[in-house]
């Protein structure tokens, strides 16, 4: 590899890459609607949410830009954990490295070990004034916190009420202007894609079919031969993708199924069968749920020899990296409710205790719903936009649900008080970026216990006017700066590929 060395330190890159990085994104922060302008080759969007700008960021200075890509993995990382704080997370990062910027004297090492205890006692911090959301009306607060918009946070709410905290709720483009929510069936998979290459939505990292046809098996496919047939049939009646929910897939018919898809000519995403005992009971129902049938070795079947009839049908496929969920399967009414009536009739005879519960879960699985906000507006960047912050909101607010909530508008980050001086200063500043996009000159913080909703000017105990932020998101928020900090300031050297060698070598 032929590398360029810079004649700059090593930290001055560091730092550039930071605030070139985060004060893009920073005006994004809070309910202020500051929005960037992403160009690309044959379109521009317009966007406020914080991953999605770092992830089609790129610097022109290649030092600088290697380190942009670790940067961006702090929001990356947030994203991945709770969906959203994201901007957040970036803020509190270029905060820590800039109070690492005025030492002296920098012992990198040490700063870690430092930044690292102050994290651990501020998630003790954070949990232990965590406050429990169980009503509407809190459910409402909490997405109306992450999305300023009246009608919407109240639909993003009451589907989370109607699910319940264990629930599926996800977003999707609306044919409409109007932003709707949907209840339907649907299957939760505590899987995601087995290969990022099988990601279609790129922006969000995640593998999106419409309509899919989809295989359930509990065979482990590792040559070509054990995908080509299925490919085949269903491209003969031009069908050109597929979903595969299997013990797994590797090897050969891996490789089959990621270069078909990088040619642009067929499309499988593929997930792990369900984790857990009863991993074939789980196929079999979620078979039924969508009208197909279970390829299984143990019953002697050939994996080669699968008919398109076999083959379950839904609305929707969606696969992240650690989850998927199949919505508006498309089974057998008649079908699914004998399934139902069977198991029951079992369960009412069965008198091994953990039997019967499992089978008890299988009937609830059965009754899954899913619900969808199907966003829409006036024009596709506004779409676009908006979807962004609905499924910021949504996320939030499934994060409340399971974990609860402290004072939001970055109160709760100010008010943190740990070991580390660096981190407790750093934890002051998105309070202060908060006031700045909102115009606000007295940023000075509140009393602990008090807020200041910066929509309605309002200013009291948290809880009362409206003001919380998910107890995990501000967990993660923390977590994810740190754990890029750490590794900043223990860099010491910089090895990037020379991009006009490389040019030369095209040439």
Not at 63 to 71: H, I, L, P, R, T
Not at 164 to 188: P, Q
Not at 423 to 446: R, S, Y
Request: glycine share 6%.
């Amino acid at each position: 590899m032929k590398v360029k060395v810079t004649q700059r330190d090593s930290f001055e890159v560091i730092m550039s890459a930071v605030n070139k990085t985060v004060n893009l994104i920073k005006p994004t922060y809070g309910p202020a609607s500051n929005k960037v302008i992403i160009s690309k080759v044959t379109h521009a969007i317009v966007v406020d949410d914080g991953v999605q700008i770092a992830r089609d960021l790129e610097l022109e200075d290649p030092n600088e830009n290697a380190v942009m890509k670790v940067v961006r993995e702090t929001a990356i990382k947030t994203n991945d954990r709770v969906g959203d704080g994201t901007t957040g997370s970036l803020i509190i990062l270029q905060a820590i490295m800039q109070e690492v910027e005025k030492m002296t004297v920098r012992n990198g090492r040490k700063i870690e070990k430092e930044l690292k205890a102050g994290f651990e006692e501020a998630k003790a911090q954070l949990l232990s004034e965590a406050k429990a959301v169980t009503t509407l009306e809190e459910l409402t607060k909490v997405a109306r916190v992450s999305f300023d918009d009246e009608t919407i946070a109240k639909e993003i709410a009451e589907a989370w009420h109607k699910l319940g905290k264990d629930g599926i709720l996800a977003v999707d483009r609306s044919d409409t202007m109007e932003t709707t929510l949907e209840m339907k069936e649907g299957i939760n998979i505590n899987r995601g894609y087995i290969s990022p290459y099988m990601v279609t939505n790129p922006e969000r990292m995640e593998a999106v079919l419409e309509k899919p046809y989809i295989l359930f098996t509990d065979f482990r496919l590792t040559e070509a031969n054990d995908v080509i047939g299925i490919m085949e049939k269903l491209m003969a009646k031009k069908i050109i993708s597929l979903v595969i929910v299997a013990e797994n897939v590797e090897q050969s018919a891996l490789s089959t199924l990621i270069v078909n898809k990088m040619q642009g000519k067929f499309i499988t995403i593929a997930v792990n069968a369900p984790a857990g005992d009863e991993k074939t009971q789980a196929l079999e129902d979620m078979a039924i749920m969508c009208g197909g049938k279970v390829y299984s070795e143990a019953k002697g079947d050939k994996i080669e020899e699968v008919e398109i009839e076999d083959l379950g049908r839904a609305d929707k496929f969606v696969a992240k990296r650690d989850e998927s969920t199949i919505i508006g399967p498309k089974g057998n009414f008649a079908n699914i409710v004998k399934a139902i009536n069977d198991i029951k009739k079992a369960s009412k005879i069965e008198t091994n205790e953990r039997i019967r519960e499992t089978m008890l879960k299988r009937i609830a699985r059965f009754g899954n719903k899913v619900g969808v906000i199907k966003v829409g507006a006036a024009t596709e960047n506004e779409t676009k936009a908006l979807k962004y912050k609905v499924e910021d909101a949504v996320n939030a607010t499934r994060s409340a649900f399971q974990g609860g909530v402290v004072a939001a508008g970055s109160v709760g980050l100010a008010n943190i008080n740990t070991s580390s001086d660096l981190l407790n200063n750093a934890l002051q500043v998105p309070f202060k970026q908060l006031m700045a996009n909102m115009g606000i000159l007295d940023n000075q913080p509140l009393e602990k216990g008090k807020a200041l909703n910066v929509v309605t000017g309002d200013i009291g105990p948290w809880e009362e006017i409206g003001v919380m932020d998910p107890t995990e998101v501000l967990i993660a928020q923390i977590e994810g700066a740190v754990s890029i900090a750490s590794l900043l300031v223990t860099t010491s050297g910089l090895l990037v590929e020379d991009p006009e060698y490389l040019k030369r070598e095209e040439n």
